[in-house]
């Protein structure tokens, strides 16, 4: 541990606020931080900011500045992407718990530069077999409340990050599986500093954490105080919890000891009890599936299908925008209006079309068809917002469907990698919430991915498609995304938490750096501004000249703060790699 630490010598971060608090979430000494380098613009309100990092080799961008040390720490080892982003996710998974881990899910695009394959694995959570399209209903008839589901047994699906993982790394991997499993345990034994975001997070979710012994017991002082910045916290029980996966393999958990006390664990946890069942847990499977990519002026947008909403909202919001002139408008409020727009269009047949394709019919084909995409790129006016949009007629679509919006949550983080041999990894992971379910069982927390179905079966008498059924898994919203170019060569790596935004995040950053000419750093930093088909959210440090304009063409602005967490790198012609960390969290981007 303290070879790593040692090692975290070279941060670039310009910012006094960030560097201080990185420095001590590190337990640094302020004086080991050298080479900085220079500041990419900034904007004017409240945000750390960070500069660019350039590598020629390798590079990792993770939401905690020590899993990207750890990616890092193999990459320079002859680890590949694969390597390296097993050694990170399981490092996350310690020091940043809210956000993701063995306990939850995960999609992964993969490239593989040597055998030109594009791949990706869903790790997403299901539903027990046992569940129905009344899953959160409670004796009474009536339905739980989003709000009284996000805790407890009911809302945790059956794991998939860690099979994922290992369905990966057997394929692509290349270091030993337990050797990549050591960074974490060592972590885990010795002890880390709880970093500002941590220790923010569990003053911000005290109440819940509260409920369960486990949880309660490891993430606050004796006086029951949330953990304090710089807190070196240990985690015995995980570091056991590793080990035993290290040595024997995934089926420890999903056919073994740490599957018997996960269900010990989620017994009596809620009003309605978990329906999991040790047959639920041997059942699991990652799935490889067909990425689906999207063409966007001349490059190839490509990312993961149902049963994420992911590739295919962020597809249709550029293969819409792609009918206008994007980049003579510039990152005006022109150009914002158009993607708003299309983010609105996009957003409509998600709420109608899109959830598990091995449950209900999705129309992938149809739903990215450049016909299809420039019929509804027709319904935007240049000038005015158009209100509500109508869910589209896309080709192949079953439309028996209702269309049904409901509430979704914000936790997650994603890992961008670029190894030696050109290897990428775009993984984006989650618990869903905040400390998923805070139900923690052996170390980690189990998510609460459960919430992300529909709560409601049907609605104006048509099925939800995105509602609950026994062994599916719920609509996702992530985006890990890979784009490439008119040769097929890979140009960008991009994904990001929160929620259901994430989708205006991914595209905001695709559009900034292929339409608007921004550096990764710039791309990520300025003002979010999303439209799920209802109100238009801006951040609040969007310009009032934007503001104003788009009020008066008729947009209902909500002005808020948009929590993303991009990590991206950009690949030049040249090999060149570029990364960009997102100001809003802790992140960092590395290489060499
Ligand atoms: N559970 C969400 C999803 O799969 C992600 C939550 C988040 O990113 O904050 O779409």
């Given amino acids: 541990m303290i070879s790593l630490l040692k090692k975290i010598d070279n941060f670039v971060l310009l910012n006094a606020n960030i560097f201080i608090m990185t420095c001590l979430a590190l337990a640094l000494p302020l004086k080991a931080i050298g080479n900085v380098t220079t500041a990419a613009p900034e904007p004017a309100t409240g945000w750390q900011g960070k500069p660019e990092v350039t590598a020629n080799q390798y590079m990792a961008v993770t939401a905690n500045p020590i899993a990207t040390q750890v990616a890092v720490d193999v990459l320079s080892t002859g680890g590949n992407a694969i390597d390296a982003m097993v050694a990170a996710q399981l490092v996350l998974n310690l020091v940043e718990p809210q956000s993701s881990g063995i306990g939850g899910g995960a999609f992964l695009v993969y490239w593989d530069a040597e055998k030109k394959i594009l791949q990706t694995f869903d790790g997403r959570e299901t539903a027990p077999a046992l569940a129905d399209e009344d899953y959160f209903r409670k004796p009474s008839g009536d339905l739980l409340k989003w709000w009284q589901a996000r805790i407890g047994g009911r809302a945790v699906g059956v794991p998939g990050t860690l099979d994922l993982l290992h369905m990966a790394h057997r394929q692509?991997?290349?270091?030993?599986?337990?050797?990549?499993?050591?960074?974490?345990?060592?972590?885990?034994?010795?002890?880390?500093?709880?970093?500002?975001?941590?220790?923010?997070?569990?003053?911000?979710?005290?109440?819940?954490?509260?409920?369960?012994?486990?949880?309660?017991?490891?993430?606050?002082?004796?006086?029951?105080?949330?953990?304090?910045?710089?807190?070196?916290?240990?985690?015995?029980?995980?570091?056991?919890?590793?080990?035993?996966?290290?040595?024997?393999?995934?089926?420890?958990?999903?056919?073994?000891?740490?599957?018997?006390?996960?269900?010990?664990?989620?017994?009596?946890?809620?009003?309605?009890?978990?329906?999991?069942?040790?047959?639920?847990?041997?059942?699991?499977?990652?799935?490889?599936?067909?990425?689906?990519?999207?063409?966007?002026?001349?490059?190839?947008?490509?990312?993961?299908?149902?049963?994420?909403?992911?590739?295919?909202?962020?597809?249709?919001?550029?293969?819409?925008?792609?009918?206008?002139?994007?980049?003579?408008?510039?990152?005006?409020?022109?150009?914002?209006?158009?993607?708003?727009?299309?983010?609105?269009?996009?957003?409509?047949?998600?709420?109608?079309?899109?959830?598990?394709?091995?449950?209900?019919?999705?129309?992938?084909?149809?739903?990215?068809?450049?016909?299809?995409?420039?019929?509804?790129?027709?319904?935007?006016?240049?000038?005015?917002?158009?209100?509500?949009?109508?869910?589209?007629?896309?080709?192949?679509?079953?439309?028996?469907?209702?269309?049904?919006?409901?509430?979704?949550?914000?936790?997650?983080?994603?890992?961008s990698i670029v190894d030696q041999q050109g290897n990428i990894v775009s993984l984006t992971t989650t618990i869903e919430s905040g400390f998923g379910s805070t139900i923690m069982t052996q170390g980690f927390l189990l998510n609460n991915e459960m919430t992300d179905f529909s709560f409601r079966k049907s609605a104006g008498n048509r099925p939800v498609a995105n509602r609950v059924e026994g062994s599916k898994r719920p609509r996702s919203s992530m985006a890990p995304t890979i784009v490439f170019n008119a040769d097929g060569d890979p140009v960008l790596v991009a994904g990001s938490p929160g929620g259901s935004r994430i989708i205006c995040y991914v595209a905001k950053t695709i559009v900034n750096i292929l339409e608007w000419n921004m550096r990764p750093q710039e791309a990520v930093s300025t003002p979010h501004f999303c439209n799920r088909n209802g109100k238009t959210d801006l951040e609040f440090q969007t310009s009032e000249t934007t503001r104003n304009v788009l009020i008066s063409s008729g947009h209902d602005i909500s002005i808020k703060e948009m929590n993303s967490g991009l990590h991206v790198i950009q690949i030049l012609p040249d090999g060149q790699l570029i990364g960009g960390a997102d100001p809003r969290r802790e992140g960092l981007a590395k290489g060499n």
């Fill in 172 to 415: 692509f991997g290349d270091h030993h599986w337990a050797e990549l499993f050591q960074p974490a345990i060592d972590l885990a034994r010795e002890g880390f500093s709880v970093s500002p975001r941590l220790s923010r997070s569990i003053a911000g979710a005290s109440k819940y954490l509260k409920t369960f012994p486990e949880a309660a017991e490891y993430f606050f002082t004796q006086a029951a105080e949330p953990l304090p910045v710089g807190y070196i916290l240990k985690n015995p029980a995980f570091a056991e919890t590793l080990s035993l996966i290290a040595n024997n393999g995934p089926s420890v958990f999903y056919d073994g000891p740490i599957g018997d006390k996960i269900l010990e664990s989620l017994s009596n946890t809620s009003e309605l009890p978990s329906l999991m069942t040790k047959d639920d847990l041997r059942a699991y499977q990652a799935i490889p599936r067909p990425a689906v990519c999207v063409p966007f002026k001349g490059f190839s947008i490509c990312g993961m299908g149902p049963p994420s909403s992911g590739a295919l909202t962020v597809g249709q919001i550029l293969g819409i925008s792609e009918h206008f002139d994007l980049q003579g408008m510039g990152p005006t409020p022109d150009g914002i209006h158009i993607v708003l727009e299309a983010s609105r269009l996009a957003f409509a047949d998600r709420a109608r079309f899109m959830a598990d394709s091995d449950f209900v019919s999705v129309p992938v084909e149809g739903l990215i068809n450049p016909e299809y995409l420039k019929k509804r790129a027709g319904l935007v006016k240049t000038e005015t917002a158009m209100g509500k949009a109508q869910a589209g007629n896309p080709p192949g679509a079953d439309l028996s469907h209702a269309t049904f919006y409901h509430p979704e949550s914000v936790g997650t983080s994603h890992l």
